[in-house]
């Protein structure tokens, strides 16, 4: 299995950025898929959570209502639409699948595999 993150970059506060998440082996279609982010030398903070099923959404106190997580199951493709951007969301952004059959969650334990991650800058 392989997760490979993209979108990346260096944006202005304030502005928008669109990170995607490819999976090898069609897994994203039985497994709730996450986002999680890491600055440096801070501990890994999950971002955002997508059911397998229904699409249902969670998020993080920290980003609900300028972060989106959507899928495309047919391209094995999560997305996500981060709106409104803060310094303090620069970090190291992950995704990961969690167990098959499972729901989206918060703890990054609940999560069997990872991408390499994808640098978001955010400056003022």
């Known amino acids: 299995v392989q997760l490979e993150e993209s979108g990346g970059g260096l944006v202005q506060a304030g502005g928008s950025l669109s990170l995607s998440c490819t999976a090898s082996?069609?897994?994203?279609?039985?497994?709730?898929m996450g986002w999680f982010r890491q600055a440096p030398g801070k501990g890994r903070e999950f971002v955002a959570g997508?059911?397998?099923?229904?699409?249902?959404?969670l998020y993080s106190n920290s980003v609900r209502g300028r972060f989106t997580v959507s899928r495309d199951n047919a391209k094995n493709t999560v997305h996500l639409q981060m709106d409104n951007l803060k310094t303090a969301d620069t970090a190291m952004y992950y995704c990961?699948?969690?167990?098959?059959?499972?729901?989206?969650?918060?703890?990054?334990?609940?999560?069997?595999?990872w991408g390499q991650g994808t640098q978001v800058t955010v400056s003022l």
């Open positions: 990961a699948s969690g167990r098959i059959f499972g729901a989206p969650s918060e703890y990054d334990y609940d999560y069997d595999y």
């Open positions: 082996d069609g897994i994203i279609t039985s497994r709730p």
């Open positions: 997508s059911d397998w099923n229904n699409g249902r959404a």
